[in-house]
């Protein structure tokens, strides 16, 4: 009996500490993704009477000028989505299918009901 008890606490505690290294990774990577100060600097620059903000993330230099830029592009382009497409298409012919649907159920109950 005391053989099960031991085996269970030492795989119990083996998987604890699984799981608090496991969140402690994962906390870990998510800052790293989001940026925190710890990770990247953020600096002022004046250049020819503009401000401009950059950020400095292991010898990469954006700044927000070029990511106006990005932004930009991104509106401009218009992307197309065949699965976002197709949903829409679906979800007109369903709602104009019910709209049938419903129309013809309220008018055969009214005619009855006349």
Known sequence: MTKFFLKCFFIT???FLGILV??????????KMTGDESYSTATIIKNNDV???????????ITSHDLQEKQQQ????ETFNLFSQMGVKLSDALDHLFSNILTKITNSV?????
């Open 51 to 61: 401000t401009t903000s950059e950020v400095i993330n292991e010898d990469d230099k």
């Open 110 to 114: 009214a005619s009855v009901l006349t």
């Open 22 to 31: 496991g969140i402690q990774m994962a906390s870990n990577n998510i800052v």
């Open 13 to 15: 505690t083996i998987l």
């Open 74 to 77: 991104l509106e401009q382009i």
